[in-house]
């Protein structure tokens, strides 16, 4: 199947650079987000996300007209959606994004086109895609039920990407491409040739929605081990750093290194959808969410003990993303804990964040952003709270008569 005009709906951390290099790759692209703001960016060949070397290429494609972004859905060969599928009370899944993104494209849909979900989703998510779009045009055949030959085609194939590398493993990573029949799967793997260099694994679309979700829950299990490890070692007196180094020495043990939580909207994010399809039997997975979801207050149990031996403590909050040298808050345990420090008035906070340029509003006006030498200066109390390269590169020296907290062991 030839794809002469593709529309990514959802301008975000993966929709822009998979429109960007759907693009480069000389299929004319058309990008939907409602958020008019990134639209006029983007079409004035800017970014509005911080990712390395996506403006060259998006700037690129702006100026060859390879690439528009729109807040209105324009017909098309194919449609990727890329929109946020976030949780709601209790840590069920929101899939209203999707919803709102089927009726969206529902209206402009041709027999003959190709849908494909690539948002993080509980399975079962990409035959509500389905539904919602047959009920919007009764005049088109949907593949409900394993229906092969419909007139429009729906998969499902999930972004497997870290930020920071997102333009390389685009390119690079393996797939994993699910469709609501056979029919469907192979015309989306059609479409993700055009681009990816890696092999993509053809499955059904339930099977593919479970291997995201897995893969993430996975790392999550790992990393809650590692800071429950951290909680042990404190209460025993031991250096949890030291004692991770050491037991990794054995050939077939790889503990991960602990933390201040787990952030983002993947990792602290996906388990969720499998607790919640099924909570009796996901345990394990379950467990590891509630040990890390509590690390933030252990850490701001650490820093209010640190804060009790000065009258008016000034504290240095450095860093806010969800992970090293990114721009990205989102499900931040930095940015929550920084938030409670606020809310009790533990003392003054300074914020160092180099790859943000605002604070997010439930912070803006209530802490200082700073740059480093301010809080070298003035701070009591050094909170390190991600491992930017900024901060692995400082002198230890530096802290002289400071209490430093580092929940990412680059100082130990």
Request: glycine share 6%; aromatic share 6%; with cysteine.
């Amino acid at each position: 199947m030839i794809f002469k005009t593709v529309s990514v709906i959802g301008l975000g951390y993966i929709g822009l650079p998979t429109a960007a290099i759907l693009a480069s790759r000389g299929v004319n692209v058309i990008g939907v987000d409602v958020n008019e703001s990134a639209v006029d960016t983007i079409n004035q060949g800017n970014i509005h996300i911080v990712e390395p070397d996506l403006d060259i290429i998006v700037r690129a494609a702006v100026q060859t007209d390879q690439l528009k972004a729109t807040t209105i859905p324009e017909a098309a060969d194919a449609f990727m959606i890329a929109v946020p599928t976030p949780f709601k009370e209790n840590h069920q899944p929101d899939l209203s994004y999707i919803e709102a993104a089927a009726k969206a494209i529902a209206p402009v849909l041709e027999k003959g086109n190709l849908v494909v979900l690539e948002s993080t989703s509980p399975v079962g998510a990409t035959e509500k895609l389905a539904t919602w779009l047959a009920d919007a045009r009764p005049d088109l055949s949907f593949p409900i039920d394993g229906t092969e030959h419909a007139d429009i085609s729906i998969a499902y194939c999930p972004e497997r990407v870290l930020p920071g590398y997102v333009l390389q493993e685009l390119v690079s990573n393996d797939r994993v491409v699910g469709g609501l029949s056979n029919e469907c799967a192979q015309k989306a793997v059609s479409l993700y040739e055009i681009f990816v260099k890696g092999v993509c694994h053809i499955t059904n679309a339930r099977t593919a929605e479970m291997a995201k979700l897995t893969e993430n829950s996975f790392r999550d299990v790992n990393i809650a081990f590692a800071n429950e490890l951290s909680l042990i070692c404190d209460t025993l007196k031991i250096n949890v750093w030291e004692l991770i180094k050491l037991s990794n020495r054995h050939p077939r043990v790889n503990i991960l290194n602990p933390g201040p939580g787990v952030g983002g909207h993947c990792i602290a994010v996906d388990p969720w959808f499998i607790v919640s399809s099924d909570p009796e039997n996901a345990k394990i997975i379950r467990t590891a969410r509630e040990v890390n979801d509590g690390k933030p207050s252990y850490v701001i149990d650490c820093v209010k003990k640190a804060a009790d031996r000065f009258k008016a403590p000034i504290i240095a909050c450095l860093g806010l993303s969800f992970k090293a040298d990114i721009d990205d808050l989102r499900e931040s345990p930095a940015v929550a804990i920084v938030e409670t420090l606020v809310e009790e008035k533990v003392g003054e906070l300074l914020v160092v964040e180099p790859n943000v340029e605002h604070l997010p509003k439930s912070l803006d006006g209530k802490v200082k952003k700073v740059d480093l030498n301010v809080v070298l200066k003035k701070a009591d109390i050094m909170l390190l709270l991600v491992d930017h390269k900024e901060f692995k590169s400082m002198d230890k020296l530096q802290f002289n008569g400071k209490v430093v907290i580092d929940t990412r062991g680059i100082w130990e």
